[in-house]
């Protein structure tokens, strides 16, 4: 019996809850022949609101991680940012060596909506706080590799003005309007193809945003907006990449 694949899902933040938000997501993608295992930050920022909070993660995860590698074929950074835990780890001797893929929800929701969207659309990021509209929007360009080609393809980022843990802890009515407003905002900017949940804590939201895009576009064109989960697009990626050993 062929020995089952083993992917480590990396929350870098300390809010256990966020982790275990994460499961269900997982698990519903029915992967059977896989274990998942779920890291959750053993210090840190609760929340990573910004560039700072992402590199204080990265130090307080990494040390803890490290001795994990060789008991997984795959990790997953489930922060929606240009985190260094992605480099950091892909960096590392034991990954390079026995190519073990690493990626981060960011980097594989935006390489999916690319692949999904019409030549003559773009895709979009919803996400949290004010800040992340410039910091996803320059990740967008680094990633991409070039201004025109971001311009070409992207849409831009609206966001909610909340934080990661102000999702799960404000009042739900709340969360609802500012959701739905930000996927408006996003959808007026015109040929949007595609909308990524641009925050781990966002994950499981897409009927909300699903509801945004029928009241905006109307049924038949709000129905044909892909949504991007990132932590479901990154496991599926991680999927192929484990059992096709790249």
């Known amino acids: 019996m062929r020995a089952k694949h083993s992917i480590l899902i990396i929350n870098p933040n300390s809010t256990a809850s966020m982790t275990k938000g994460l499961e269900p997501l997982v698990s519903s993608l029915g992967f059977k022949d896989t274990i ?47 985190h260094p835990l992605v480099q950091s780890l892909k960096s590392n001797d034991g990954v390079k060596s026995r190519h073990k893929p690493v990626t981060g929800i960011f980097e594989a929701s935006v390489s999916t909506s690319l692949q999904i969207i019409a030549p003559d659309e773009k895709f979009g990021i919803v996400s949290t706080g004010k800040v992340w509209e410039k910091i996803l929007s320059s990740a967008v360009v680094d990633f991409l590799g070039t201004r025109s080609e971001a311009s070409r393809r992207f849409a831009g980022v609206e966001t909610t003005e909340l934080n990661a843990t102000d999702l799960h802890d404000a009042p739900a009515e709340e969360v609802q309007k500012r959701v739905k ?4 905002r996003l959808l007026r900017k015109g040929n949007v193809g595609a909308i990524c949940l641009g925050c781990a804590g966002m994950s499981g939201m897409n009927k909300m945003v699903r509801e945004a895009c029928v009241e905006e576009l109307g049924d038949i064109e709000g129905e044909s907006i892909r949504i991007v989960d990132g932590v479901q697009a990154g496991v599926a990626w991680l999927e192929g990449a484990v059992r096709s050993g790249f």
């Open 36 to 82: 998942y295992d779920f890291f959750t930050a053993p210090s840190g920022p609760k929340s990573i609101n910004d560039e700072n909070d992402a590199a204080e993660s990265a130090r307080h995860c990494l040390p803890d991680l490290v001795p994990l590698i060789d008991r997984h074929d795959g990790f997953l950074v489930a922060c929606y940012s240009k």
């Open 181 to 184: 407003n930000a996927v408006k």
